[in-house]
């Protein structure tokens, strides 16, 4: 029954955190320092990572996105990284959620620990 002098608690509901949310703030903070983050689907190569960052001294790295820690990267994703580890290509990282997004950025040196 409902009593006006003692209203319920609202209850604090804990939000799932996706991907596409993770996907937003590397998004955000790619934008903030300058740089561009742009999402990578090819037509003919499956397994391809899901973002290209571009900071603004031009490096370039294959991003791939986890929601956390729990996320396993597919056989395809894995064979694409190691393939481009074959070729010397170094800049591919694999990030589990938001604090890794937010630690890779300021570990390039880019972002202070103000992030927004």
């Known amino acids: 029954m409902f009593d006006e002098n003692n ?6 509901v804990e939000r799932k955190v996706l991907e596409k949310h993770v996907e937003k703030r590397l998004v955000h903070l790619m934008k ?7 999402k990578w689907s090819s037509q003919n190569v499956r397994g391809v990572p899901d973002r290209i960052c571009v900071f603004p001294d031009g490096t370039v790295y294959f991003v791939e996105l ?5 996320g396993r990267l597919s056989k395809l994703q894995q064979r694409f ?11 591919v990282v694999v990030l589990y959620g938001m604090d890794q ?7 390039k040196g880019w972002l202070h620990a103000q992030t927004g």
């Open 7 to 12: 209203p319920p608690v609202p209850v604090a």
């Open 32 to 38: 903030k320092l300058g740089g561009e983050c742009y």
């Open 66 to 70: 986890k929601r956390d820690r729990s």
């Open 81 to 91: 990284i190691d393939r481009m580890r074959q070729l010397k290509m170094d800049r």
């Open 101 to 107: 997004v937010e630690d890779w950025v300021q570990a």
